[in-house]
């Protein structure tokens, strides 16, 4: 399961989920479906959402599942 810190970090930008969604090129449903887990983003959309907030895509996106 992917994991994600995107709320902790729109709050630090001060963005809401339709600002973001917009900067992103998706709707606000999708911001708000990967915020509570219900959607794993794309490696395009992981990175867009890490180049908004500045950060490499690993503190905002992290694995919590040991691959076997």
Do not use: C, H
Request: charge should be positive; charged fraction near 30%; aromatic fraction near 8%.
């Amino acid at each position: 399961m992917i994991k994600n810190r995107i709320k902790e970090f729109r709050a630090k930008l001060g963005i809401n989920q339709e600002e973001l969604a917009f900067k992103v090129g998706v709707r606000r449903e999708t911001i708000g479906n990967l915020e509570n887990g219900r959607y794993n983003p794309s490696l395009v959309l992981a990175w867009k959402v890490a180049k908004v907030f500045d950060v490499p895509i690993e503190e905002v996106f992290t694995i919590d599942e040991i691959i076997r």
